[in-house]
């Protein structure tokens, strides 16, 4: 079966009578779908059609089912405003009336005279709606009412009936929520501000029964379903009262309208179940229908598809092998086309053989070159239009094919003229063919550039830094030591006695404050100088074992006053290292001075020194303290670092004494490794060269840093 003998039969005539004429692109797809898929296909088409169109009936009908109803319930509505808004306007008439008839007939009355409640019961007896007119003076008592015999409420004082005339600016009618009446039932009031004598004298209000709404609603509604209720212009429920309204809403369909003139509402509703009913019938009968339809429809394309089915398995096999060659085929082609890098292959004779788009992209050559083409001429074309600078075409194409086989494997990077950066990977491949890809590196060596360039500016800044410190470090320890040296003098009364021991005490904290602040400079000067590698060392013999009994003898009576024992274990012969003494000095002082301050009261430090292997001198400080985590011990040794958040308010300091001691033993050659855990304590242990030669320098050498004052 095919459906292509119409062309066929076209194109003969055309070829007959000398016409030109075209395949159509979509003839090769059509040849392709069998019988049997096309029989289905139109099964199915026929059948969703039939479908559609019953479906856009269904919907058309339910739209007109819905389209008049809401027609309908919308008359009810518009009714029921109309008829609502006469009945308040007669009442709100009604209730202007009483001013001005006060004013006529009974000018000097008082509210409660009893002249007054007979022309209120004149007035009720002239409405067919109203059960009730009162009035309410300014306090919310009841002042007079129609009906004289109907039981009282004691006051309305807090009413929104009254407090609401007494915020208004202009006159207007007010209209209550569904109340409970006295004399039971439910009835709604409207109510006016009542004027007497130019000032507000109290609120004429009319009690409306909420059954003379439910009745005049219920002439309106044409159908027992449709129901209609007065709202106000909020959502709240006046008629019927809310009791009776709650069982409303649910799958209803409802139309509101404004009452005019008035901040009410009218809202009709009706069941939709109710409304849908019939097109629900019609709905039923429709789906049986289809569902024969279509069961008759498919019963009969399956048939004709087993039957057209049994004369095709043998050219199946053949259109599968064709099928599977031509995806192999697309496949390969679509994964170079989309791997992202140019990518050529050449033959052992120099011709192309297999390339993707990119490739093109990638040496500005034709989208459309042809497999097949040469070596040579790709190369000669670009050497003509400049690629390779200025060159003999021909001589340059020929030198590059020889290198083009002789350079296997090789990696190289190439500059395109529109100044972008080829990296080129070749490759031979089995036979001697050879495989080459292209990448363009332009972004990665721009940002290899960028990331030098910010490099060297993050280094100038941190050289800037460091200078601005180093400077401002001088130029603030230069009145610090006149603070400190002046406030000496006063501390030991060197000129004479002080008279008041407050200014001797008062002396005493500058001088102390002054020396913290002095150490804290010199710390913030050392790191400065450190960063900066601008340390001053001096390189002379130092005996280790001096040094260290200097700075016990410095740390024991801070030891003592928090009962730690420092301990000592020395080596046995004399140790004597080329270092600078000051700086070896401080490093001993800050590890010290550090092990005493985070250890527990009444615990012990131990300070080891020992030489091990020849030619360095090994030193170990240990606590039984508060101890650090690996993440704690990083962040201690950065420039004012804390181990911890908490440190810096239970133990003060500026976190420079550990930074400080790593670059102070780095500039010595040496190193420092700390070994903790939290809760267990400390152990720093310091390797340094015995005979290391430092760079003499001239000029002033830093004072020591008094280690109980750093961080």
């Not at 518009?78 to 009604?94: G, K, Q, Y």
């Not at 001053?536 to 009962?563: K, Y």
């Not at 810096?648 to 400080?660: H, K």
């Amino acid at each position: 079966m095919s459906i292509e003998w119409p062309w066929r039969g076209w194109a003969a005539c055309c070829n007959a009578v000398g016409i030109r004429h075209r395949r159509p692109f979509w003839l090769g797809r059509w040849r392709r779908v069998r019988p049997q898929h096309a029989v289905i296909g139109l099964t199915t088409a026929l059948i969703a059609v039939v479908a559609a169109s019953t479906t856009v009936t269904l919907w058309r009908s339910h739209r007109q089912a819905l389209h008049d109803a809401g027609a309908a319930l919308d008359s009810m509505a518009r009714s029921a405003a109309l008829s609502t808004s006469h009945s308040l306007f007669e009442i709100d008439a009604m209730l202007s009336g009483v001013e001005r008839l006060l004013d006529q007939v009974l000018p000097a009355a008082l509210l409660d005279d009893p002249a007054v409640a007979i022309l209120l019961a004149q007035l009720d007896r002239q409405s067919r709606t109203v059960s009730d007119i009162l009035i309410l003076d300014t306090a919310g008592r009841e002042a007079n009412r129609a009906n004289s015999e109907a039981a009282r409420r004691t006051s309305y004082a807090r009413d929104r009936l009254l407090t609401a005339h007494r915020r208004e600016i202009a006159p207007r009618l007010f209209i209550s929520g569904p109340l409970r009446a006295i004399g039971g039932g439910w009835a709604i009031i409207l109510s006016r501000r009542l004027m007497r004598h130019g000032g507000l004298a109290g609120v004429a209000a009319a009690e409306v029964p909420v059954a003379a709404f439910t009745d005049l609603f219920g002439t309106i509604a044409t159908t027992g379903e449709t129901r209609i209720v007065l709202l106000r212009d909020d959502g709240a429920a006046i008629a019927p009262p809310p009791d009776a309204a709650a069982a409303r809403q649910q799958a209803r369909m409802q139309v509101t309208r404004a009452v005019p003139g008035l901040p009410l509402m009218v809202a009709a509703s009706r069941n939709r179940a109710e409304i849908l009913r019939r097109w629900d019938r019609e709905c039923t009968a429709s789906a049986i229908g289809f569902g024969l339809f279509a069961s008759t429809a498919a019963a009969l394309a399956w048939l004709a598809s087993r039957a057209l089915r049994r004369g095709q398995f043998a050219a199946a096999g053949l259109r599968r092998s064709e099928g599977r060659l031509t995806r192999q085929t697309a496949l390969l082609q679509s994964t170079l086309e989309n791997i992202g890098e140019g990518l050529s292959v050449f033959d052992p004779a120099g011709r192309l053989i297999a390339r993707n788009l990119r490739f093109c992209e990638l040496l500005d050559l034709p989208p459309d070159l042809a497999l097949g083409t040469t070596l040579k001429e790709i190369l000669t074309r670009q050497a003509a239009r400049g690629d390779f600078g200025t060159v003999e075409p021909a001589t340059e194409a020929a030198r590059r094919v020889a290198e083009f086989y002789r350079q296997v494997p090789t990696v190289k990077e190439r500059v395109t003229p529109d100044g972008r950066t080829l990296q080129i990977r070749r490759r031979g491949m089995p036979g001697g063919a050879v495989v080459t890809i292209y990448s363009d590196i332009t972004e990665i060596k721009e940002a290899e550039r960028k990331i030098i360039r910010a490099r060297s500016e993050a280094e100038l800044a941190n050289r800037s830094k460091s200078e601005f410190l180093a400077n401002m470090s001088h130029e603030l320890r230069t009145p610090l030591n006149a603070i400190i040296g002046f406030s000496e003098i006063i501390c030991n009364e060197l000129f004479g006695p002080l008279d008041n021991e407050k200014y001797l005490e008062y002396m005493n904290d500058i001088h102390a404050s002054s020396l913290h602040l002095l150490s804290i400079i010199n710390d913030v000067l050392d790191m400065s100088k450190i960063e900066a590698g601008k340390l001053e060392l001096c390189s002379q013999p130092v005996d280790i074992g001096t040094v260290v009994a200097d700075v016990v003898r410095m740390m024991q009576e801070r030891a003592q006053s928090r009962g730690i024992d420092i301990i000592s274990h020395l080596a046995s012969d004399r140790v004597v290292i080329f270092a600078d003494p000051r700086a070896l000095r401080q490093i001993f002082l800050n590890l010290l001075s550090n092990a005493v301050k985070f250890s527990r009261e009444g615990g012990q430090v131990t300070v080891r020194v020992a030489t091990g292997q020849p030619g360095f001198v090994a030193f170990a400080i240990e606590d039984h303290g508060i101890g650090m985590t690996t993440d704690e011990q990083t962040r201690a040794l950065q420039p004012f670092g804390q181990a911890k958040p908490a440190i810096t308010r239970d133990y003060g300091g500026t976190g420079l004494g550990l930074p400080i001691t790593k670059g102070l033993v780095e500039a010595h050659g040496g190193t420092l490794a700390i070994d903790s855990r939290a809760g267990f304590g400390t152990t720093v242990r310091v390797v340094l060269p015995s005979h290391r030669e430092l760079a003499s320098t001239e000029g002033p050498v830093v004072a020591p840093v008094d280690a109980a004052q750093s961080g």
